[in-house]
T-cell receptor
Framework: DADVTQTPRNRITKTGKRIMLECSQT?????MYWYRQDPGLGLRLIYY???????NKGEISDGYSVSRQAQAKFSLSLESAIPNQTALYFC???????????FGPGTRLTVT | QKEVEQNSGPLSVPEGAIASLNCTYS??????FFWYRQYSGKSPELIMF????GDKEDGRFTAQLNKASQYVSLLIRDSQPSDSATYLC???????FGTGTSLTVIP
C-alpha cells in the first residue's frame, strides 16, 4: 500500500459546490502540506500543518480551508468551488527532523 | 513574497551529455534548497537538497549553491532518456517552488 494516499483521485464538480479532498499517510510523519499545481505556475502552497494542533496558511489559502483530524489525516475543503480552482492538488508529508518530503499521487479537480 | 525562478525550457540534450538546470531566488536569507524531479502525470520526488555554498554530488547528480549570487543549479552527467522529466527547484523547506524546467534527453 502507498504511504501517502489521496482521495478522490479525480473529481468533476460544479461551481458553488462544497468539496473535500482527503489525504492519509502511514509514514508517521508530523508535518503535512497541501499544494496545487497549475500549468506554467508550478507548485504553490495552500496550507501546512506541523502537528495536529498547528495549522498555517500558505501562499494561496483564500477560498480553501483545512482540517487536521489526526496525525495521519489532513483534509482540504473548498467551501464554494469556482472554475479557477481547477488544478492538480498534491498532499505531502515530512518528518520534522528531515528535509525529505513525500508526495501523494495527486487529485485532479475540475470545476465546471 | 519570495520568488523562485527557473527557465521553463524545454531543454534538450543528447544522451550522454551534461544537462544544466538553473534556479534563482529572491530572498537572500533563504537557507535550504531542493531539486525535485516530476515525470509527466506523476508526483514530484526529491533528488537533491543543499544548504551550504559549493557543490554536493550524488551519483550522476551535482547540486551547486552560490548564496552570494542567489542561484542554485543542478547538473546531470551522462544524461539518459529516463532523465526526461520536469525539474522543480524549491526553497526553504519546500514552501516556495519554481515553475519547473522541462528536460528532454534525446537518444
Amino acid at each position: 500500500d502507498a504511504d501517502v494516499t489521496q482521495t478522490p483521485r479525480n473529481r468533476i464538480t460544479k461551481t458553488g459546490k462544497r468539496i473535500m479532498l482527503e489525504c492519509s499517510q502511514t509514514k508517521g510523519h508530523d508535518r503535512m502540506y497541501w499544494y496545487r499545481q497549475d500549468p506554467g505556475l508550478g507548485l504553490r502552497l495552500i496550507y501546512y500543518s506541523f502537528d495536529v494542533k498547528d495549522i498555517n496558511k500558505g501562499e494561496i489559502s483564500d477560498g480553501y480551508s483545512v482540517s487536521r483530524q489526526a496525525q495521519a489525516k489532513f483534509s482540504l475543503s473548498l467551501e464554494s468551488a469556482i472554475p479557477n480552482q481547477t488544478a492538480l492538488y498534491f498532499c505531502a508529508t515530512q518528518q520534522g527532523s528531515s528535509y525529505e518530503q513525500y508526495f501523494g499521487p495527486g487529485t485532479r479537480l475540475t470545476v465546471t | 513574497q519570495k520568488e523562485v525562478e527557473q527557465n521553463s525550457g524545454p531543454l534538450s540534450v543528447p544522451e550522454g551529455a551534461i544537462a544544466s538546470l538553473n534556479c534563482t531566488y529572491s530572498d537572500r536569507g533563504s537557507q535550504s534548497f531542493f531539486w525535485y524531479r516530476q515525470y509527466s502525470g506523476k508526483s514530484p520526488e526529491l533528488i537533491m537538497f543543499i544548504y551550504s555554498n559549493g557543490d554536493k554530488e550524488d551519483g550522476r547528480f551535482t547540486a551547486q549553491l552560490n548564496k552570494a549570487s542567489q542561484y542554485v543549479s543542478l547538473l546531470i552527467r551522462d544524461s539518459q532518456p529516463s532523465d526526461s522529466a520536469t525539474y522543480l527547484c524549491a526553497v526553504d523547506v519546500q514552501f516556495y517552488f519554481g515553475t519547473g524546467t522541462s528536460l528532454t534527453v534525446i537518444p
